[in-house]
């Protein structure tokens, strides 16, 4: 870790000497421009160790040869990282290169000297003093790629002259692939190690392991598609990470794996279904309207690009033309994917889109620095390695947040499903109870059908003969009175079985239409007065009936008893001691309480009897003004455990 | 001269009626009957402007009885006899066709005098027997006739009789007259009649699609 750190802060100050050498390149005048001849032109740079010299300049020849030519040298700029065309038109067979440089020990700090070079093409031998001293290649035959590799070569002490040393690369390649030396520093062993180290990590570890680290999340991706085909957001995330594995994997790879022109070639055209898959990705995960034909149209484009590249500019090198065209695919997608992200705007949509127009940018950068363009040097390393697993991590994220919020929304629906269920539960629970109720309710319901039935052809039909009999026959009056009077306490126990729902008006009133010709037989006016009362949800048939049978009672009263002419009769709500519930009185003008019968006296205590019972209060008063006040009170609620009267 | 006939099983209380009736100097009986077979030949024969007939007959059912008579003669009114003048028994005459109820221990005159108002065109009704109706009645179903739906006047008319109010009182607080009010509560008898009816009609059409299925 530590190393990567000073490794991050070494690339800054990479970059910064780059882009002043590119300066100073630029002015074409180098600062510490040797004398022509004896030493070669350089930069130095001062180190924690002492200074370093990279060379700006070298001496040349283009050959072939295997060993240091003995003339023909010829000055050039420092590096010359692209030799293969001037090469391949030299002279035919295999091509190569010898660059010589010259420097003096006193230019260069430190005890011990090390060289740092990278970017040669491919095979690569190092000279000092005219003593081999390294090579990137097992053998003649092995396919060394060398373009990205930076090599640190220990100078042995003994071969370190004082005055000029010389410093030769050789660096060679087949005709089909590419030749190129690149830059070359010479300093302290210290310094230049932590600056291989720095390079070394940028080009080579880093990218191995961003690589590796790919393959292998797109492998457990891959399995995770086979699972569960209809994901293909799955499959094409593990084809992203397979086709930019194959295509980086040139970046760090020492050696080619199989024939070296093969790989090459595959190394070219895997761009192409690198960028594809990738697209393939984000239009399936973004699902766009017809992202189906989207998709076709990409991979016919791909094909189009290989086709392209295959025929019309049949290279052996990275061409401007064809790059250009892949970022412009990329850039259509980006507007395309933007364009779903106004309908959808989720973190993980602008994550897809960031990563794209990242990896853009790498490709930018890439472009500029490969070196049969060098429009610049950039990081000093390519960012492409880094591109797939930095589209891959954004992908991943993208698919993990969406399957987050999924199992959000499973657990918000499950949360849903069981009010749900808890819901018709209670309903059900309900009906149950309320069919209980109705059967209940049915029972009780015929069971009155039957008393009445039974009131109506036996005891009723019986009694109306009787009365009938006794009025044909001129009995005695008070037989006729005492059957009026059972038919009529047969007609209160009907009324009482009538459905009012507890509606005391209602009940109060049939039992003024059913004594209305009494009443008036009697010459009794009779005042109704009458307000809209509550209902009292307890008064079932066998409580409407010990009411009813006070009211008669009170009237009955004053019919027989009272002399009286007039009955003024009030239903009312009215509270008692704070307790809601309705008052009915019944007040006469008649002879009043204190000259009534003794056959009355029970009579009033039945009342005040049956009133309790029913949770109420019944009342005579003896007003001044004469006559008698009946009044019961009943309540509109009554506790549950007051049991019914029987 | 109206003309009633009587179909009772009981000959006391038919006897007493059809006394009653005769001495009443504008009323006579014109025909009588004790079973259902005879009441059904009574009520073919016709003849008659007012059917007082008893729900219970040994040999059937008088609310049948009544059905024919209202089909065959709607101008004739048809009273049903009853002991106690219970909301079951009327409300199911009343569906029959019924427009009104005698009382089998009514005194003999006030039985005359409530005739008498029926061919008048009004109808008696017990205060239970309005809230039953106005509880029955009045959601008014959106798709029912007009026919079927009661008026406000007569909405108001059951509200007021259901808590007790006489005709006359009845008619003093709506300022009609009182025999508007028995007019009212004729007319509620007699869409109580027409939408029992459609209601059966609506049932059997139902039971009938049920079967088909």
């Known amino acids: 870790m530590k190393r990567r750190f000073a490794g991050c802060s070494m690339t800054i100050e990479r970059i910064a000497g780059a882009i002043f050498c590119f300066l100073l390149a630029a002015a074409g005048m180098p600062a510490f421009a040797a004398e022509a001849g004896a030493t070669n032109g350089f930069v130095a740079r001062v180190s924690d160790h002492g200074r370093i010299v990279q060379f700006t300049d070298a001496d040349f020849v283009l050959s072939a040869q295997s060993d240091i030519p003995a003339r023909g040298w010829h000055r050039r700029t420092m590096p010359q990282i692209w030799l293969s065309d001037e090469a391949r038109r030299l002279r035919p067979g295999r091509l190569g290169a010898w660059a010589r440089m010259r420097f003096d020990r006193s230019d260069v700090d430190g005890d011990h000297l090390a060289i740092l070079t990278e970017n040669n093409r491919e095979k690569l031998t190092v000279y000092f003093n005219g003593v081999d001293v390294y090579r990137n290649y097992r053998s003649e035959a092995a396919p060394a790629i060398g373009w990205n590799r930076p090599y640190l070569i220990t100078v042995p002490d003994a071969l370190v002259k004082p005055g000029v040393n010389e410093i030769i690369l050789h660096t060679a390649s087949r005709r089909e692939f590419n030749l190129g030396v690149g830059s070359v520093w010479v300093g302290p062993r210290e310094s230049l190690a932590a600056l291989h180290a720095d390079r070394y990590f940028w080009r080579i570890s880093g990218a191995r392991g961003a690589n590796y680290a790919l393959i292998f999340l797109s492998a457990i991706i891959f399995v995770m598609w086979l699972w569960r085909r209809k994901e293909m957001e799955l499959f094409w995330l593990a084809m992203t990470g397979f086709a930019w594995f194959v295509r980086d994997y040139h970046f760090f790879a020492e050696e080619a794996p199989f024939d070296p022109w093969l790989f090459q070639q595959i190394t070219y055209y895997s761009l192409y279904p690198a960028i594809i898959t990738s697209l393939c990705f984000c239009v399936e995960f973004m699902k766009p309207r017809r992202r189906r034909r989207i998709i076709g149209a990409l991979l016919l484009l791909g094909l189009s690009l290989c086709l392209f590249r295959l025929f019309l500019v049949r290279s052996t090198a990275t061409d401007v033309l064809s790059n250009l065209m892949t970022l412009g695919i990329v850039v259509a997608m980006l507007v395309v994917l933007f364009a779903a992200w106004l309908r959808q705007r989720t973190i993980e949509h602008l994550v897809l889109i960031g990563a794209l127009g990242v990896s853009t940018a790498f490709a930018l950068h890439d472009l500029g620095r490969v070196p049969n363009i060098l429009w610049w040097d950039g990081l000093g390393f390519h960012a492409q390695p880094y591109t797939g697993l930095a589209l891959f991590t954004a992908f991943l994220f993208s698919i993990g947040r969406r399957i987050l919020r999924a199992l959000d929304v499973v657990e918000q629906t499950n949360v849903e499903l069981e009010r749900r269920v808890e819901h018709a539960t209670q309903a059900l629970a309900r009906s149950e109870s309320a069919r209980r109720r109705m059967e209940v309710e049915r029972a009780i319901d015929s069971e009155r059908e039957r008393l009445m039935r039974e009131m109506h052809d036996g005891i009723g039909s019986n009694l109306v003969t009787a009365l009938a009999v006794a009025r044909r026959r001129e009995q005695d009056p008070d037989t006729i009175a005492t059957l009026e009077r059972a038919i009529s306490d047969l007609k209160l126990t009907v009324d009482s079985l009538a459905p009012v729902d507890g509606d005391v008006v209602t009940l109060l009133a049939n039992l003024r239409h059913r004594m209305e010709p009494d009443l008036r037989r009697a010459g009794i006016a009779l005042d109704w007065h009458v307000e809209p009362c509550p209902p009292l949800e307890w008064l079932d048939a066998a409580n409407a009936l010990h009411m009813l049978r006070i009211i008669q009672e009170a009237l009955s009263n004053v019919l027989t008893h009272a002399g009286a002419t007039r009955i003024v009769i009030r239903l009312s709500p009215s509270a008692r001691e704070h307790v809601a519930g309705i008052s009915i009185e019944i007040a006469d003008d008649g002879k009043g309480f204190a000259s009534e019968e003794s056959g009355t006296g029970k009579g009033i205590a039945n009342m005040r009897a049956r009133a309790r019972a029913l949770g109420g209060e019944c009342r005579f008063a003896a007003p001044a003004a004469g006559g008698t006040r009946v009044s019961l009170w009943l309540p509109e609620h009554r506790d549950r455990e007051m049991p019914s009267v029987r | ?213």
Do not use: W
Request: proline letters at 3%.
């Open chain 2, 1 to 213: 001269m109206i003309r009633i006939a009587i179909i009772e099983d009981d000959p006391l209380i038919q006897a007493e009626l059809g006394a009653a009736i005769g001495a009443s100097g504008d009323c006579a009986v014109v025909a009588t009957a004790a079973t259902h077979a005879d009441g059904a030949r009574l009520v073919e024969g016709g003849g008659f402007d007012v059917l007082v007939c008893d729900l219970g007959l040994p040999d059937g059912d008088g609310a049948d009885l009544i059905r024919r008579a209202a089909s065959r003669d709607p101008d004739a009114d048809i009273l049903v006899l009853t002991m106690f003048a219970d909301h079951a028994k009327v409300i199911e005459a009343i569906k029959a066709g019924a427009r009104g109820y005698l009382l089998k221990d009514q005194r003999l005159d006030d039985c005359v005098e409530a005739i008498r108002e029926i061919r008048r065109g009004g109808s008696p009704i017990s205060p239970i027997i309005a809230r039953i109706l106005l509880k029955r009645l009045q959601p008014a179903i959106s798709v029912a006739e007009e026919e079927e739906r009661l008026s406000e006047r007569e909405t108001e008319t059951l509200r007021l009789l259901s808590r007790g109010f006489t005709y006359s009182e009845c008619a003093g607080i709506m300022d009609i007259s009182p025999h508007t009010v028995g007019t009212h509560v004729k007319h509620i008898y007699r869409k109580l009649e027409v939408r029992s009816r459609s209601e059966a009609v609506y049932e059997a059409t139902l039971r009938g699609m049920l079967d088909d299925n």
